[in-house]
């Protein structure tokens, strides 16, 4: 008993710390939603100083913003006189905002009512080596400046014992058998050696903002219990301290406090929901080719050995038992957080809801999710999500009906390189999404298209290409192509060349900017590097088609989806 009390004195007190500001509301309280109505959307605007006209048409902006319906990367191109402008898109407090200015410099921004950002080149330049955060030739201004200050200062406060705090966090291990006690000796004593940085950093920086700290911190911190207690049931005490947390943030910290609070309901043994091919069976807007894999799943449901086809005839099946799987898991979690929760946090979480990747997936959830939610600000926030699917889901479907003869990609112009590996390099620039999909459409008539979109300093992306490769070359008399989309953001056109050549990866490659890369994730709803697609032979985008490329294991799975 010493123990668990020990602990849990831990764990309260760790929620001791600077009170917010008189006034300030969390995005759970009810009050919210008037103050949502009254405020205006933040405002960021910057400058660069000291800039060639050269340096101004080759600078790109890219910058992620921190949302509850996910991360979201836009770009935006300097003016003549270098200002620019970020474009956010609602009226909610304290944005976090994750900024690359070309290769210049990297950031974290808050936005809660008015920043304007001013970089001076030469200085940023003189520096030589990678800068983020905080630099000489960086200024944070306006009413939001001195939050700005505050919070890239804390970034780089004792950063390398912060960063050995967070590997350590890593370090832990789930338990098959998570026991409240446990889990706090685990974390809590790392997150008390946090609040003591925190704590020093607070005294030799006075600032209103401190309490922002704290809520990060014990928004991380949850985080971690959440995550580690995900396929378990929480003990109650522990779970009514987590339930109490507020957000007041936008922060990557405390929308993954949303999102991992909603994902461990879904985790829970008696949330699990499971979806059959009999369950497909019993919907009533079946295809023909739906209809004849289940009956021949039908006529071999009793012979033994099973089958060898049975598997494809499943697999034929994948994308309807999957959205049926969503829906039935969103339909749970709905009633399951409506039961739980106050109907602002409910509807907060039931926007976690809607996780998946695809546009038309997304799409579906929201139809779902929209006529659960009564909070107004939430309400409005759904809308506009669904109103993009729609919008996305119109361009994609423009972009891909147009027809052409040609066999060849003639209409990106004439290639960078062709290699004896099979090869062929393209660089893009200054072209949208939807005449990127029409082109691409044009050159490929009669041709279904793998889209892979990857980066060269992504991990996961060059640990999928061996496999690609393979399926390229098992797939040499099937109606395909594989064409792969390398962003620019962080690489450049030799180190892609470098890494095409080092892995012998043939098929149809463009090296693309951030603008286009960035409209090609809108449209087809990509988040993260790799992000795949696939547009059947009649030019159709097949929607949740390829999740991961190692799903497919060979020549025959890609021809199940190509039918």
């Not at 010493?2 to 009170?19: D, E, H, P, R």
């Not at 953001?489 to 098929?507: C, H, N, V, Y």
Request: hydrophobic share 40%; with cysteine.
């Amino acid at each position: 008993m010493k123990a668990y009390s020990t602990i849990w004195f831990l764990l309260t007190t760790i929620s001791v710390g600077l009170a917010q500001p008189a006034g300030v509301v969390a995005i759970e309280d009810p009050q919210f939603d008037a103050q949502f109505t009254q405020r205006t959307i933040p405002k960021v605007t910057g400058k660069l100083l000291h800039v060639s006209p050269q340096e101004i048409t080759g600078t790109t902006i890219t910058y992620t913003l921190v949302t509850l319906a996910g991360q979201k990367t836009k770009t935006a191109h300097l003016a003549a006189d270098g200002s620019f402008q970020l474009e956010l898109d609602y009226p909610l407090p304290y944005q976090q905002i994750w900024v690359h200015f070309g290769e210049l410099f990297y950031t974290g921004l808050y936005a809660n009512k008015q920043l304007h950002v001013e970089l001076d080149v030469p200085k940023l330049k003189a520096a030589g080596k990678e800068l983020a955060f905080k630099a000489d030739g960086v200024r944070y201004l306006g009413e939001d400046g001195a939050l700005n200050e505050y919070m890239n200062e804390y970034m780089l406060f004792r950063r390398a014992d912060q960063l050995a705090l967070s590997a350590r966090v890593q370090q832990i291990r789930p338990s098959q058998h998570p026991v409240e006690t446990e889990v706090l000796a685990a974390f809590t004593p790392i997150f008390d050696s946090l609040k003591t940085i925190q704590a020093e950093f607070v005294a030799t920086h006075p600032s209103p903002y401190g309490w922002l700290l704290e809520n990060e911190r014990l928004s991380e911190f949850y985080n971690q219990i959440c995550v580690y207690y995900w396929r378990h049931t929480m003990e109650p005490a522990l779970f009514r301290q987590i339930k109490e947390h507020k957000t007041y943030l936008l922060s990557n910290s405390n929308m993954a406090f949303q999102l991992y609070l909603s994902a461990y309901f879904r985790q829970l043994p008696a949330n699990r929901v499971t979806v059959s091919w009999q369950d497909v069976a019993r919907l009533s807007d079946l295809t023909e080719p739906e209809k004849a894999a289940l009956d021949s799943l039908r006529s071999t449901e009793t012979l033994s050995p099973v089958p060898a086809h049975r598997d494809q005839w499943t697999k034929q099946l994948g994308p309807r038992m999957r959205r049926l799987r969503q829906d039935r898991m969103i339909a749970k979690g709905i009633r399951w957080l409506d039961s739980l929760y106050s109907p602002a946090r409910a509807d907060i979480l039931k926007l976690q809801l809607n996780t998946s990747k695809d546009i038309a997936e997304q799409k579906a959830a929201l139809e779902q999710i929209l006529p659960s939610i009564s909070t107004g600000w939430c309400k409005v926030m759904a809308k506009n999500e669904y109103a993009r699917t729609i919008d996305q889901i119109a361009s994609v479907n423009k972009a891909l009906a147009t027809s052409g003869n040609s066999l060849t990609a003639t209409g990106f112009g004439s290639p960078l390189q062709q290699t004896d590996f099979g090869a062929t390099l393209y660089k893009l620039s200054d072209m949208s999404g939807v005449d990127f999909l029409a082109k691409l459409k044009q050159s490929f008539v009669g041709k279904a298209i793998v889209l892979d979109r990857w980066a060269t300093w992504c991990a996961p992306c060059l640990q999928e290409m061996p496999h690609s490769k393979k399926l390229q070359q098992d797939a040499k008399d099937l109606p395909v192509v594989f064409v792969y989309v390398c962003t620019a953001q962080g690489s450049d056109e030799s180190k892609w060349k470098r890494k095409i050549a080092e892995l012998e990866l043939p098929g149809i490659h463009f090296f693309i900017d951030e603008a286009l890369d960035a409209k090609l994730a809108q449209l087809f709803a990509f988040s993260g590097y790799p992000s795949y697609a696939l547009i059947d032979q009649k030019g159709v985008y097949k929607s949740g088609a390829i999740t991961w490329l190692l799903a497919i294991k060979g020549k025959d799975d890609l021809a199940a989806l190509l039918k």
